[in-house]
């Protein structure tokens, strides 16, 4: 059967999907776009606008609790809060915190959502300074003494709350709160009996069960190259997740200089290892995404014995001297078609 590449591609995952019995919904939450392809050869049109209300209504669920943008989300109105008293958040809130401090935990905080004032400092996000020049040595040293996980404390029960033990503290979910919010749509077009779609937010992704034809969705990661949209690899995927984080797309230019957005937590400055892009999957698009932001800010070597050990499902590609691509997977990734140079039109 011949294999489409479908129209609303990704900044950074691909998908590919057959034409008979798809539906293809798609919307935009969280400061992005998602779509969602469902296998549904008798979805009618109430179905049909179940399934995008459904999905709609779980992404702003997140977006509303979560967004950094947004002055009256919780994670905003923690942010203000300048004291160490419990701060109550809502269920959702509470276990992207969770998985984000076990991440960090488990990195030694190259993962860290207190990242956010020096996200800010070197021109990224919502509060981004507007300088064209790097922050001085001075400034950044000062940011980073409120800058660590463990100044969050999460105190659980039947209302979640979550304390900060330096009262200048804020955090920033946008590292996995996207991925979050793919695990919540799927779970609504679960709730109402689909078992085979796929659903996409920002290029995070989650299929389950097959396609049209009954074969495993077929993913496909981007080559990492700023400005353009070309194919750098195909897996095939079933009830699991792929999420994917660079540098390529997101960068601003600093002292002459091109920095990324990704801002290595410990240091204090933007990631200039060779890592282009860092592709994970695993069994929920939240730690999927959470881990490719992970394994992003650590060098591809450090990077790739630590996913060894932790038995993640990762694959880089690494920008050599040369300018070429060099791609390195765990034992643990799906087989990939590819490399490949196939240019998205």
């Known amino acids: 059967m011949c294999v489409l590449l479908l129209l609303y591609l990704t900044v950074r995952s691909l998908v590919f999907a057959p034409t008979p019995a798809r539906v293809s919904l798609a919307g935009a939450s969280m400061g992005t776009t998602w779509a969602a392809v469902l ?9 049909r606008s179940a399934a995008q209300v459904a999905v709609q209504s779980a992404l702003d669920r997140v977006d509303t609790t979560m967004s950094t943008w947004d002055v009256d989300s919780e994670v905003s109105r923690f942010n203000r809060e300048q004291g160490t008293q419990p701060f109550a958040v ?44 790097p ?89 990492p190259e700023p400005g353009t949209r070309t194919i750098h690899a195909v897996i095939e995927l ?28 410990r240091s204090g400055v933007p990631v200039a290892h060779g890592t282009a892009s860092v ?20 060098d591809a070597d450090a990077g790739h014995a630590l996913a060894e050990v932790r038995g993640l499902a990762a694959y880089w590609i690494v920008r050599a001297p040369d300018g070429t691509y ?6 643990h990734f799906p087989a990939v078609e590819g490399p490949q140079d196939r240019t998205v039109p």
């Open 39 to 47: 296998n549904a050869p008798d979805l009618d049109r109430a179905g």
């Open 279 to 298: 592709s994970v999957v695993a069994d929920t698009t939240a730690v999927a995404d959470a881990w490719a932001t992970a394994l992003s800010v650590l």
């Open 135 to 223: 922050p001085p040595p001075d400034e950044l040293a000062a940011i980073q003494e409120r800058v660590g996980f463990e100044h969050i404390v999460l105190l659980p029960g039947s209302e979640p709350r979550i304390q900060k033990a330096l009262p200048t503290v804020e955090i920033d979910l946008s590292a996995v709160a996207k991925g979050y919010g793919a695990d919540l749509a799927a779970q609504a077009l679960r709730d109402l009996g689909h078992s085979d779609f796929m659903v996409e937010v920002g290029g995070e992704i989650y299929v389950s069960g097959s396609r049209p034809d009954g074969e495993p969705w077929r993913l496909a990661i981007e080559r």
């Open 326 to 331: 060099e791609a390195s997977a765990t034992s």
């Open 238 to 265: 079933s009830n699991r997740a792929l999420a994917t984080s660079g540098d390529y797309r997101s960068f601003r230019e600093a002292g002459g200089r091109r920095v990324s957005h990704l801002i290595d937590p």
């Open 90 to 133: 809502s269920a959702h809130t509470f276990e992207v915190l969770r998985l984000a401090q076990a991440v960090s935990e488990q990195t030694g905080g190259a993962f860290d959502v207190t990242v956010r004032p020096l996200v800010a400092a070197w021109g990224f996000g919502a509060d981004a300074r507007t300088a064209d020049n």
